[in-house]
């Protein structure tokens, strides 16, 4: 019989024995509707969670809608600069103020009964107005927290969480590697897709830094770049880097506190890659240990709980809307240093398609394993998922390249096939669910 979490203990669902070479997850956790009502406000309402780039809200009046956890926002950036954001409903009767998903208003009337407010959420009309309304009573309601790191910007919606900085503690390198590529910083390219996926939005979490199910479940994207490349076509930029596909190079996997993760693996041709091209400049602004990640190691990044950063063959942002225990929204974006060459933008476009695009060769697989990984889940009479991989092996602290790099994850592993970085992943989801506070 279906025994919600309701009458359960959390504890039971992480069974976290690493000492006996154990380490297993109840798939309740993908499944169960009570286990996600309590993620909703255990979790997403309490932790730094990614609502956009600074690049998509550019300019004074710029917005841009988002929703965190399952409330919708926007975030709005003001005449002096800087941003804001606000819950997206109406003071009056709750209706969604911006007409799209981005755009540009400095003002906002709501399109039901024409209320209208500033940029910065003071209400200044109120339509066929009564006598004795009091208009500022129904400003727009600003969330807790908002803060940037360097063009990334997380809304909180408690007050009582640390620094935004201090939530990314050993992400932030793995950010920067992608921000220093240039001196402008990055930018989001216009164009988004948006996909949906009848999984638990921690698979997909999972899967952005799995690199145990790359050689199977993207086979058929390496033979078919193969088979493309063989005819003469796709050479120089257009070709898309797949050593790490095959396996057999470098690699490694991080649990970076939080509930933050990472995987690196090495580029056999790093000379396809677009940005490539910078090289000769890179070289004279970072220093040697930066050039060599940056051009030379694939790396994914997942932050806790709803974004991933990639910079692969391509460069993306994966933000996550996880809608119910059996669904989780996914819109993915790419993002690349400004000013690059329109030869290197052509590349990671082509190269973005190819993998990321929902239309492309290989996330269309990973939706397929998330998707087959959530309807086994539901076979709650064999309940535990393994994540013993590299239980031997692990190194508390930093490896030789972390060292290196400078950043001190909780757990490195000389291996993308190993599952250790996911324990730092559920035991931090465990805190927060129990009801501790994030960071
Ligand atoms: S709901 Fe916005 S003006 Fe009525
Ligand atoms: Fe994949």
Redesign the pocket.
């Known amino acids: 019989m279906y025994e919600s979490i309701i009458q359960r203990d959390l504890d039971a669902l992480i069974d976290d024995r690493v000492s006996d070479g154990m380490f297993r997850v109840d798939r309740a956790v993908y499944t169960d509707e009570a286990i996600f009502e309590q993620e909703v406000s255990r979790i997403f309402e309490n932790c730094w969670w990614f609502l956009c780039h600074e690049s998509q809200v550019a300019n004074h009046g710029d917005y841009f809608w988002t929703d965190i956890g399952d409330q919708p926002v926007f975030v709005h950036r003001q005449e002096d600069g800087s941003l804001k954001c606000f819950i997206n409903a109406?003071s009056?009767?709750?209706?969604i103020l911006t007409p799209f998903k981005q755009g540009n208003a400095k003002t906002l009337t709501?399109r039901?009964?024409?209320?209208t407010y500033k940029c910065d959420g003071a209400c200044i009309g109120v339509k066929n107005e009564e006598e004795g309304t009091e208009k500022g009573k129904f400003d727009l309601r600003e969330i807790a927290r908002l803060e940037s790191y360097k063009g990334f910007v997380f809304g909180c919606l408690n007050s009582n969480i640390c620094s935004l900085e201090d939530w990314l503690g050993a992400a932030k390198p793995w950010i920067d590697l992608m921000v220093v590529q240039s001196p402008e910083g990055l930018e989001v390219v216009p164009g988004s897709s948006t996909y949906k996926t009848d999984g638990n939005w921690k698979l997909q979490a999972e899967n952005s830094v799995d690199g145990y199910h790359v050689s199977t479940v993207h086979r058929v994207f390496a033979h078919t770049i193969a088979a493309r490349e063989s005819k003469g076509e796709y050479t120089g930029i257009k070709k898309t880097e797949s050593g790490r596909i095959a396996g057999g190079v470098p690699t490694a996997g991080y649990s970076l506190g939080n509930g933050h993760m990472s995987i690196w693996a090495q580029h056999t041709t790093p000379e396809v890659r677009p940005i490539w091209e910078a090289k000769d400049r890179l070289e004279k602004e970072l220093s040697p240990i930066e050039v060599e990640w940056i051009l030379t190691k694939g790396r994914n990044l997942y932050l806790f709980p709803n974004v991933m950063l990639m910079d692969n063959p391509s460069t993306q942002i994966r933000v996550m809307k996880p809608v119910s225990a059996n669904r989780v929204d996914i819109t993915v974006y790419c993002v690349a240093p400004k000013g690059e060459s329109d030869k290197a933008r052509a590349g990671r476009l082509r190269k973005f398609e190819d993998f990321y695009l929902t239309a492309g060769m290989a996330t269309s697989d990973d939706i397929a394993a998330l998707e087959d990984t959530h309807e086994g889940s539901m076979a709650r009479d064999a309940k535990w998922s393994e994540f013993k991989r590299g239980i031997r092996t692990f190194t508390r602290g930093a490896d030789d390249d972390a060292k290196a790099l400078g950043f001190e994850p909780e757990v490195s592993s000389d291996n993308w096939d190993h599952e250790v970085l996911y324990h730092g992943f559920y035991r931090h989801w465990l805190k927060m669910m129990k009801g501790e506070q994030a960071g």
Do not use: D, K, P, T
Request: aromatic content about 20%; proline content about 0%; overall charge positive.
């Open positions: 109406c009056h009767r709750a209706a709501c039901f009964h024409g209320w």
